[in-house]
């Protein structure tokens, strides 16, 4: 029986980004966080890109950098201004923070 290669693992810290030790790292998973959700929205109109991009009043080609998952070309506040052309509410919390938790979370319902 052929030997299984020793694999060593390394515990996440729940941020991909901040595991690859980039400086940007919260900013970079709340603007993945919010553009998948936002690429599911628009998936979910079964509209030809183009058509989307007609409808947010973007070139195709931006809509074309959202589907792929390119979230770092757009800024939050680009993404959050998509959503609200959506029509999506989108609710800023803030509060103390409690020992063990991230200092920021994204929800969706």
């Known amino acids: 029986m052929p030997k299984k290669p020793n694999i060593e693992f390394q515990q996440s810290s729940g941020n991909v980004f901040a595991d690859m030790g ?15 959700h936002l690429v599911r929205l628009l998936k979910a109109k079964n509209m030809p890109q183009k058509d989307i991009a007609a409808m947010l009043h973007m070139k195709p080609a931006e809509v074309s950098h959202l589907f792929n998952g390119h979230f770092s070309r757009f800024s939050t506040d680009k993404l959050l201004s998509l959503l609200a052309a959506l029509e999506q509410k989108v609710t800023i919390h803030i509060s103390p923070r409690k020992q063990g938790e991230p200092f920021q979370a994204i929800a969706f319902t």
Request: aromatic share 0%.
């Open 22 to 36: 980039l400086e940007d790292a919260k900013e970079l998973e709340a603007r993945g966080l919010i553009g998948v």
